[in-house]
């Protein structure tokens, strides 16, 4: 059979189109296929809300059950400075060292807002009223741990500290917190303690609420 050179080179050109096109779409295919390098390559992100069994803790003594104040004829919008010392304290369930980052009210009636705060030494005679008050982290270490309920056993100086606030009165309605959520950093890990001190900011007006009752 006898082929003519036209016909011959329309047939060659044919061949040679269908193998460029396999080609391309093969090529399409793998690149579909391939993950992306830098989705692959990605480390997972780092997470800070890990905590680890090392890190020193805030604790209270065993034998603590709770204390807190009661305050009178508070005006809305008036500012009240409060020390635990001679009531309340807290200490680390090891040696070590914890950034104090803020400390919230937990309100059980109306609202106050803790503006600032301070560490004060257990054996502090006037409550650590020189002591500055600050909304800026406070670092809490100790060379010892919680002292055990045996007073003989350690110096509450030693392990031991007081807390001092200043919060405000929001609104006219009495304020009360339950207690104190101290936010703190340990190890390089966010923890909370709920230190149970509570503050009632009673209204001039209020002599019916529970804390705001006078002693019988």
Do not use: W
Request: charged share 25%; with cysteine.
């Amino acid at each position: 059979m006898i082929t003519h050179p036209r016909e011959a080179a329309r047939r060659s050109a044919a061949v040679l189109i269908a193998m460029l096109c396999a080609a391309c779409t093969t090529g399409q295919r793998d690149a579909e296929a391939e993950p992306p390098r830098s989705a692959a390559a990605e480390p997972a992100p780092a997470t800070t809300s890990e905590q680890s069994p090392n890190d020193a803790r805030i604790i209270v003594p065993d034998h603590f059950i709770g204390a807190g104040v009661r305050i009178p004829d508070v005006d809305a919008g008036a500012v009240v400075v409060q020390s635990t010392s001679g009531q309340a304290g807290f200490c680390l369930d090891r040696p070590g060292r914890v950034t104090i980052d803020d400390i919230q009210p937990d309100m059980s009636m109306g609202s106050m807002r803790v503006e600032a705060f301070a560490l004060v030494p257990r054996n502090a005679t006037d409550g650590g009223s020189r002591i500055p008050l600050s909304r800026k982290p406070i670092i809490f270490d100790r060379a010892v741990d919680c002292m055990p309920d045996d007073p003989h056993a350690r110096s509450r100086g030693a392990a031991m500290t007081d807390l001092r606030v200043q919060v405000r009165k929001i609104g006219e309605e009495t304020a009360v917190a339950e207690q104190l959520i101290v936010r703190y950093t340990s190890g390089g890990h966010p923890y909370e303690f709920s230190f149970r001190y509570g503050i009632a900011l009673c209204s001039p007006v209020d002599d019916t609420t529970r804390h705001c009752r006078p002693p019988e």
